[in-house]
Every structure is written in C-alpha cells, then in structure tokens.
C-alpha cells in the first residue's frame, strides 16, 4: 500500500511563501508521476501542479503558473510545492497524489484527480490578507 505523507502547510499572510512536501514510502518512487490537488470548503478538488517521473515535464494550473513551482527528489522519494505570492484564494488543503507511469502524462489527464491512484491525507494551507 502506497503512503503518502504531507508537511509543510500552515498560515501565512498574503504574499509570503511556504514549501510543501510530500514523503513517498512504500513504492518505487521513480515509476510515478506526482501531482498536487487542493480542495476548499465547499468547492470541488482542483489540480495545482504534477511532476513527470524524471522531473523533466511539469504542469501548472493557470491560477498558480508562475507563482508555484513542484520539484521531486527522487533518492529522497519526496516531491515539493514550493509556494511563492501566495493569495488568500489559494487556502485549501493540499493533497498530494501519485499515478504510475504506465497510465502516461498527458497535459489532459494528468489534470485529473480521478486518474490518481494513491493520495495523502493532505495539509492545511492558510493564507490571510
């Protein structure tokens, strides 16, 4: 059974930073692609960025392109959201999940939630204005 496990969540005001991480165990971390989702109240889970297996191709949500970056360590089977300008729409709980490389990278599905197959329990990720 894959674990996923995050940290790094918290509260921060408006255009402050924060790194997410996200410590893979239980799988070889290599032959899954990783993703970040998050989900508010009331609204349904959103993709935020993923990261191909290597680390070679990435993609982001238009609402995060160019203020998140997502980065993996894969001797350290760990992937990371680092978070920068952060807005108070982006309070969420942040949720990280992993896919196997056989189901591909496709910019559409990699997009969507349902074509993940392990997540974490995710973190909390406040931002105040």
């Known amino acids: 059974q894959v674990q996923l496990v995050e940290s790094g969540g918290g509260l921060v005001q408006a255009g402050g930073s924060l790194r997410l991480s996200c410590a893979a165990s239980?799988?070889?971390?290599?032959?899954?692609?990783m993703g970040w989702f998050r989900q508010a109240p009331g609204n349904e889970r959103e993709f935020v960025a993923a990261?191909?297996?290597?680390?070679?191709?990435?993609y982001y949500a238009d609402s995060v392109a160019g203020r998140f970056t997502i980065s993996r360590d894969n001797p350290k089977n760990t992937v990371y959201l680092q978070m920068n300008s952060l807005k108070p729409e982006d309070t969420a709980v942040y949720y990280c999940?992993?896919?196997?490389?056989?189901?591909?990278?496709?910019?559409?599905?990699?997009?969507?939630?349902?074509?993940?197959?392990?997540w974490g329990q995710g973190t909390q990720v406040t931002v105040s204005s």
């Open positions: 239980r799988l070889t971390f290599r032959n899954y692609h």
């Open positions: 999940a992993a896919k196997l490389i056989s189901l591909g990278f496709q910019s559409r599905d990699t997009r969507i939630a349902a074509t993940y197959t392990s």
């Open positions: 990261i191909n297996w290597s680390g070679g191709s990435t």
